[in-house]
C-alpha cells in the first residue's frame, strides 16, 4: 500500500470515517510527504466545523416525514406539487445532512458576503475547533512571527500582522488558514499564563465601518468584530465582555495599522 496515490476524494473518506482500515497508516504517511494536502485536509475538517458550527441547532433534528416523502415521491399527488416546493424539501434535507459544505464556500443560506453575523459565527466556530485542541491548535506557531503573517497574507491576500497583545497578558501561540465566507481567513490564536486563548479571526471585509459583538443562542463564546476598509476581524473568547473588548480594540488596532490604514 505505499505506492498508494490518494487524492482528494480520499480526504474527504478519511474525514467522514469511510476509509479502509488498512489504507489508513498509508493515508497518513501520504499526507506527511505532501505539505499542502495536508493543510487542505485541515481547512475540509474545519469546513465540516464550521458548517455543524452554523446549523448545531438542526443537524440533530429529524428531516419531517412530509419533506422525506415528498423528495421520494411518496405523498399523494392531490392538487400537483408545484415544482418550486419539491426543490425546497430538497434543499432542506440537503442542510438537515449536513451536506451544505459547498453552498456555504459559494455564499449560500441567505447570507450577503459583508454579513457580520456570518463573520462572527465562522469566527466562533474556528475558535471553538481550534482553541481547544491541545495537541495542535495551530498550523504555524508563533516563534516566528514575521514568517506566520507572510504565509498568512500570501493565502489571504491580505497584508497581516501578528497584534502583540503581551500588555493584555496574552503570549502568541500560531496561526493556522480556516474558512471565511467564500474565501480564506487566517486564524492567530493566543494565550494568558492561565490557559485562557483567544482567537483573532481576519478576512476580507466591507468597506464601510461596522462593529459589534455576536453570541450564538446557545451560549459559548463571543465574538466582538469589526469590518472596515476592506478587513473584517472578530476577536472571539471566553473573557470577561469588557477585557475582552479591550483586546479585541488593541488587537484591531494593531491589524489596520500594520496594513497602513488609518481608523476611519
Known amino acids: 500500500m505505499n505506492g498508494r496515490s490518494f487524492t482528494d476524494r480520499d480526504i474527504h473518506l478519511a474525514l467522514d ?20 494536502m495536508k ?19 438542526v443537524l440533530d433534528e429529524p428531516v419531517p416525514a412530509r419533506l422525506a416523502a415528498a423528495v421520494n415521491g411518496d405523498t399523494p399527488k392531490r392538487k400537483g406539487m408545484p415544482p418550486w416546493w419539491r426543490m425546497s424539501a430538497a434543499a432542506a ?10 453552498l456555504v464556500g459559494a455564499g449560500g443560506f441567505g447570507f450577503g458576503p459583508d454579513s457580520d453575523d456570518r463573520m462572527a459565527e465562522l469566527a466562533i466556530a474556528a475558535h471553538q475547533t481550534f482553541a481547544a485542541d491541545k495537541n495542535r491548535p495551530v498550523e504555524v506557531d508563533g516563534s516566528d512571527p514575521a514568517y506566520l503573517t507572510g504565509w498568512l497574507s500570501k493565502r489571504t491576500g491580505l497584508k497581516l500582522v501578528a497584534p502583540d497583545l503581551t500588555g493584555n497578558g496574552f503570549q502568541l501561540l500560531g496561526g493556522r488558514l480556516v474558512p471565511a465566507a467564500g474565501s480564506t481567513a487566517a486564524l492567530m490564536l493566543y494565550a494568558d499564563e492561565q490557559g485562557n486563548r483567544i482567537s483573532v ?3 476580507t471585509g466591507g468597506i464601510d465601518a461596522t ?10 463564546p463571543e465574538a466582538v468584530y469589526w469590518q472596515e476598509q476592506g478587513y473584517g476581524c472578530a476577536v472571539v473568547g471566553t473573557l470577561p465582555p469588557d477585557e475582552l473588548r479591550v483586546v479585541a480594540r488593541d488587537a ?7 496594513a497602513g490604514l488609518a481608523r476611519s
Not at 462593529?211 to 459559548?220: C, I, M, P
Not at 484591531?252 to 500594520?258: M, T
Open 211 to 220: 462593529k459589534g459583538t455576536y453570541v450564538l443562542a446557545d451560549g459559548g
Open 39 to 57: 493543510a487542505r485536509s485541515q481547512r475540509f475538517a474545519a469546513d465540516n466545523a464550521a458548517l455543524r458550527g452554523l446549523f448545531s441547532g
Open 252 to 258: 484591531y488596532k494593531q491589524l489596520l495599522a500594520g
Open 93 to 102: 434535507l440537503l442542510i438537515a445532512g449536513g451536506l451544505g459544505g459547498y
Open 17 to 36: 470515517g469511510e476509509l479502509p482500515e488498512d489504507e489508513r497508516t498509508a493515508y497518513q504517511a501520504w499526507l506527511e510527504a505532501n505539505p499542502d
Open 201 to 203: 479571526y481576519v478576512t
